[in-house]
């Protein structure tokens, strides 16, 4: 049974983890690698920030924390891992399961660059990985 308790603190914490990594991390490092970013988010190709709907990209982490925190307790994966292995595995899982297909189907439908699709791969790769460590050590 899952404790719903753990799932909402553990998935809070796992999200402000991401969130940090994203935006203080990784949107510079990412500007540096690919320059041309920064103009194309300030493109008519997405809503401006004064949109009501944009706030959902500050809430985004901390949702995506509480459904890895989640799925993590439901299926308990990797049980003869030790939790690194076992969050880094279980991160890299989720990632290639729920990120790789709606990238190649952005990459597909949308006026967008192939820097931003990559840029967005490797953000929720780095971000699901460090959140499954964050999970699989709290969720014992």
């Not at 553990?10 to 920064?38: K, Q, R, T």
């Not at 699709?117 to 050590?137: E, N, Q, R, T």
Request: include cysteine; glycine fraction near 6%; proline fraction near 6%.
């Amino acid at each position: 049974m899952v404790d719903c308790k753990k799932v909402i603190w553990v998935g809070l914490l796992a999200g402000l983890v991401m969130a940090l990594v994203s935006w203080v991390v990784l949107m510079p490092l990412f500007n540096m690698i690919f320059p041309d970013l920064m103009a194309e988010y300030e493109s008519s190709v997405f809503r401006p920030w004064d949109d009501p709907l944009m706030s959902y990209v500050f809430v985004h982490p901390f949702i995506m924390g509480m459904i890895l925190a989640y799925v993590f307790q439901e299926f308990k994966p990797y049980p003869k891992k030790k939790f690194i292995g076992r969050g880094l595995h279980y991160g890299f899982m989720f990632w290639l399961l729920v990120t790789v297909p709606g990238m190649l189907m952005s990459l597909s439908s949308f006026a967008i660059s192939t820097d931003m699709v990559v840029s967005w791969s490797l953000d929720a790769l780095i971000d699901f990985m460090i959140a499954g460590v964050i999970i699989a050590k709290l969720s014992k």
